[in-house]
């Protein structure tokens, strides 16, 4: 059964930062890509960065470009969102995915419960 | 690239819920398809266009031509009631429809 689980998530000052973790199991995580996507509150679903198998290629959506680093330790079966110079607009559940297909980073068959990250002063 | 998505839909029990999702030549691009209950995690029920996951009810189905990707839930159920959302992949970045509420009522 695959398995993800975030944690990591908080409340935290404008322009701080935070780490996600995803913790993977129940498949091969080192030859699946994967992929951050988040909700703001009443919100719809927004993509955020995806990041290949071997960690050596990452996509970012343009509003995080920049803040924040996807990256992933395939020895401990874990994904990574490091975020930095949050803003509100950040305020999120950020939901850690893994694709139909080893490769896939566009359609995702499998989600974590997300982790809820409130900036706010 | 922007996708485009009905805000909300309504349709009576044992009908038939289309759901439409426009974007630029999205018919070159493959879609799919996510729903949403209040409170939890998306479900993915239709992907490459047309496909199924295993688990996924027969009673989904899905459709991609021209600007337009569809999702169509025959004979709908109580239970189908939640927010759906479409996405594709377009120059290195996924994008989701705004979602579509349906009611079943």
């Known amino acids: 059964e695959v398995l993800l689980l975030e944690s990591g998530g908080g409340s935290v000052q404008p322009g701080g930062s935070l780490r996600l973790s995803c913790a993977a199991s129940?498949?091969?995580?080192?030859?699946?890509?994967m992929t951050w996507v988040r909700q703001a509150p009443g919100k719809g679903l927004e993509w955020v960065s995806a990041?290949?198998?071997?960690?050596?290629?990452?996509y970012y959506a343009d509003s995080v470009k920049g803040r924040f680093t996807i990256s992933r330790d395939n020895s401990k079966s874990t994904l990574f969102l490091q975020m930095e110079s949050l803003t509100a607009g950040d305020t999120a559940v950020y939901f850690c995915?893994?694709?139909?297909?080893?490769?896939?980073?566009?359609?995702?068959?499998?989600w974590g419960q997300g982790t809820k990250v409130v900036v706010s002063s | 690239y922007e996708l485009t998505q009905p805000p909300s839909l309504s349709v009576s029990p044992g009908q038939t819920a289309s759901i439409s999702c426009s974007g630029e030549?999205?018919?070159?691009?493959?879609s799919s398809w996510y729903q949403q209950k209040p409170g939890q995690s998306p479900i993915l029920v239709i992907y490459?266009?047309?496909k199924r996951p295993s688990g996924i009810p027969e009673r989904f189905s899905g459709s991609n031509s021209g600007n337009t990707a569809t999702l169509t839930i025959s004979g709908t159920q109580a239970m189908d009631e939640a927010d759906y959302y479409c996405?594709?992949?377009?120059?290195?970045?996924?994008?989701f429809g705004g979602g579509t509420k349906l009611t079943v009522l």
């Open positions: 995915t893994k694709g139909t297909s080893p490769a896939a980073i566009d359609s995702f068959a499998f």
């Open positions: 129940g498949f091969t995580f080192s030859s699946s890509a």
């Open positions: 990041i290949n198998a071997g960690g050596t290629t990452t």
């Open positions: 030549k999205l018919g070159d691009k493959y």
């Open positions: 490459q266009d047309n």
């Open positions: 996405l594709a992949w377009h120059s290195g970045t996924v994008v």
